[in-house]
T-cell receptor
Framework: RKEVEQDPGPFNVPEGATVAFNCTYS??????FFWYRQDCRKEPKLLMS???SGNEDGRFTAQLNRASQYISLLIRDSKLSDSATYLC???????????FGTGTRLKVLA | DAGVIQSPRHEVTEMGQEVTLRCKPI?????LFWYRQTMMRGLELLIY????????DSGMPEDRFSAKMPNASFSTLKIQPSEPRDSAVYFC??????????FGSGTQLSVL
């Protein structure tokens, strides 16, 4: 079983739609969680950290469920510019090991 | 502020040749990571350093791969000899004490 798993998609949604991605992790000692965004042929860039109580940044909401070992990302009012691959990242307690999921591809359609 | 700087951006080489990828982390960051990305396997962690010391190289695929960090501002990833299956994008990333990870622009490696 992979340490971090994501549905690869693609998710094709119309502009203005709300879309949600989940990511599951296997190591219960995981301590920090992030969502990264990667555009085609570019490096991954931090979208947002994920806090235990959940957090919001504009149209983006991230949540953590430690009991079920998953994190989620919700995008409201999707824009064409949101089209990208969204990578879930998990950092295990006591290490410096950032483990990436394989990413979920989102395509927002006009 | 300068981000993580990688060179070269593109490298095309023939099978059997030595390849050296270079990385300059963000100043003040104490952890450095080398990742490889392919369509099939996604982003794989190859090796990471903390305070210039290699901590975990379990992701390095074979003895043909080696990495060094002689000082806080420079790291290399070397492949010798290179093989076609090494073709991928190699990313370097740095962070400060388990905070956010910042990536360089990557090196697109093609081994013919």
């Amino acid at each position: 079983r992979k340490e971090v798993e994501q549905d690869p998609g693609p998710f094709n949604v119309p502009e203005g739609a709300t879309v949600a991605f989940n990511c599951t992790y296997s190591n219960s000692a995981s301590q920090s969680f992030f969502w990264y965004r990667q555009d085609c042929r570019k490096e991954p860039k931090l979208l947002m950290s994920v806090y235990s109580s959940g957090n919001e940044d504009g149209r983006f909401t991230a949540q953590l469920n430690r009991a079920s070992q998953y994190i989620s990302l919700l995008i409201r009012d999707s824009k064409l510019s949101d089209s990208a691959t969204y990578l879930c990242v998990v950092l295990t307690s006591g290490t410096y090991k950032y483990i990436f999921g394989t990413g979920t591809r989102l395509k927002v359609l006009a | 502020d300068a981000g993580v700087i990688q060179s070269p951006r593109h490298e095309v080489t023939e099978m059997g040749q030595e390849v050296t990828l270079r990385c300059k982390p963000i100043s003040g960051h104490n952890s450095l990571f080398w990742y490889r990305q392919t369509m099939m396997r996604g982003l794989e962690l190859l090796i990471y350093f903390n305070n210039n010391v290699p901590i975990d190289d379990s992701g390095m695929p074979e003895d043909r791969f080696s990495a060094k960090m002689p000082n806080a501002s420079f790291s290399t990833l070397k492949i010798q000899p290179s093989e076609p299956r090494d073709s991928a994008v190699y990313f370097c990333a740095s962070s400060r004490s388990n905070e956010k990870l910042f990536f360089g622009s990557g090196t697109q490696l093609s081994v013919l």
